[in-house]
């Protein structure tokens, strides 16, 4: 982070709050947190409790590290929390190192609370290093009866921290007081973030930095002042030396064993705009259908990459998966291919500017301003008014060969508690959206479709969700109830 962001939390205000809560429990606490990697977990915890009058031990797992690597870097962390910075022995095993850090503690004066963040655990817990046993053996012989202790343990493994710590079968089950899954920014969160940087754009650049990065802190700390989005895009994805063209293989590598099989996976997702289903992703991937590859595909949800889902009215076709990360479905969309090209620094500083003038980036933008509203169904919803009750999805309808009659598909749609169902249209434009007779023609047959292939008896109303706004025509006063802006899902969305 730069130095403008050194202590300040942006956005986070539900954390905070568990956090808060937390912290004043009068009983011993034991939080699993977890989130896609660069999301800034271990900002958010750090910040937050170095403010705060509580002895905070920080240990952060090495990756790739080996045992006696790890041992050493949890005894010079108890060192500085606890010793002023003393040298402490390191240990060979786990438990020693516990004992250590319990004594350490045990030091701290009664009133005084002690908060324990083990920062990516996953890398720490090395092959047979004993790591899981040492920890289930102090939480429940001495941390939980410590009411001064707040434990948190952390990791980018998210799959990892669920099976392992919130989900663990032996002696840590049940064990875990609080979770929390820390999500991307928002774009309000996005926007107050880059203004806590001196960065100054207006939403319709900031949707656009959004659409590549997604709300990543990381990312979007790499932003320079004075830029254009095009122009950050640009320097960031398409320059040989670009912060981010290199991401992709980090970001796998640092997840998951074997990773190329979850790039692989990745890849034939990201071809399929409305989604691909389980068994056609089998089929495509040329893998028998099995326990291994669902596990894998999980995993890929966890870490915050995909996102699976069961069309609306259509329970019968089963699951299907959708990459729901901006940065890796530009990254297989735009960056892979430029690669060669962008290693030779062949490329021109307004590259990404002239690819914005393509068919195939109109295609794209659509796509992923589609992805981006799916990120902010709160505030759709509260735009539209609709009900938290409602039931959300998409809709797809493909006729039989040779039908008499087309298909269509829905961007999104709420079904709800009060008799009726929202469809909404979802449009990305660079110049206010103007329905013409055609497209008016076209949205009245989605309509007409879905009401007959569902045969709901619902009320059925029309909305528009845009980028650039909606131009008043005599079709959009006839046939659109009401629409969705860049002012509307830039809205902050409440803690209550």
């Keep these: 982070m730069k130095a403008k962001l050194a202590n300040k939390i942006i956005g986070r205000e539900r954390e905070q709050t568990v956090l808060s809560q937390l912290l004043k429990s009068k009983r011993s606490e034991f939080l699993a947190l977890y989130g896609r990697r660069r999301v800034g977990k271990t900002y958010l915890i750090r910040n937050f409790f170095e403010k705060i009058p509580a002895v905070f ?4 797992g090495i990756q790739k590290g080996k045992l006696k690597e790890q041992l050493e870097q949890f005894a010079k962390q108890i060192g500085v929390a606890f ?69 948190i343990i952390c990791g980018s493994s998210a799959s990892w921290i669920i099976e392992k710590i919130i989900n663990n079968k032996g002696g840590l089950y049940n064990r875990v007081t609080q979770t929390l899954q820390l999500h991307p920014f928002t774009l309000g969160e996005t926007k107050a973030f880059l203004n806590s940087m001196g960065i100054q754009l207006n939403q319709r650049h900031i949707l656009d930095l959004y659409m590549v990065l997604g709300g990543i802190p990381h990312y979007l700390a790499l932003i320079r002042r004075g830029l254009t989005a095009h122009q950050c895009i640009d320097e960031l994805c398409f320059q040989k030396d670009g912060q981010l063209v290199k991401e992709f293989e980090r970001l796998f590598a640092s997840l998951f064993q074997e990773s190329e099989i979850y790039v692989e996976l990745a890849r034939v997702i990201a071809r399929h705009r409305y989604g691909i ?50 940065y890796i479905l530009f990254y297989l969309h735009w960056i892979e291919p430029s690669l060669k090209s962008i290693r030779k ?15 195939s980036w109109k295609s794209w933008a659509g796509y992923a301003f589609e992805a981006v509203c799916y ?9 539209l008014a609709i009900d938290p009750g409602a039931e959300v999805g998409t809709w797809r309808y493909s006729p039989r060969a040779k039908a008499n009659h087309s298909g269509t598909q829905i961007d999104l749609l709420f079904d709800r508690t009060d008799g009726a169902v929202t469809i909404c249209e979802i449009k990305y434009s660079e110049q ?40 008043p025509s005599m079709y959009s006063e006839e046939i659109i109830t009401k629409q969705v802006g860049l002012d509307d899902l830039f809205k902050m969305e409440s803690i209550n």
């Design 57 to 60: 031990f920080h240990t952060t």
């Design 83 to 151: 010793y002023g910075s003393a040298a402490i022995k390191t240990r060979s095993k786990w438990l020693d190192a516990f004992e250590d850090l319990t004594q350490a503690t045990q030091r701290v004066p009664r009133n005084k609370k002690v908060v324990l963040f083990l920062d990516e655990f996953p890398w720490m817990a090395t092959k047979k290093s004993g790591l899981l046993q040492a920890l289930d053996y102090y939480w429940n012989r001495y941390w939980a009866h410590d009411s001064r202790l707040k434990l």
């Design 277 to 326: 289903g389980q068994a056609q992703l089998m089929k495509e991937k040329r893998v028998s259908e099995g326990g291994r590859t669902v596990h894998r595909l999980k995993e890929l949800e966890e870490a915050g990459f995909i996102v699976n889902f069961v069309p609306h009215g259509h329970q019968e076709k089963g699951v299907y998966y959708k990459i729901i990360d901006e």
């Design 345 to 359: 620094q062949d490329r021109s500083t307004k590259y990404w500017l002239a690819k914005t003038q393509s068919s």
């Design 375 to 383: 990120k902010h169904l709160a505030q759709i919803r509260q735009a």
């Design 432 to 471: 206010p959206y103007v329905i013409d007779k055609a497209y008016a023609h076209n949205l009245m047959n989605k309509v007409t479709i879905y009401g007959k292939q569902t045969k709901t008896q619902k009320q059925l109303f029309l909305a528009m969700i845009t980028a650039n706004s909606l131009k």
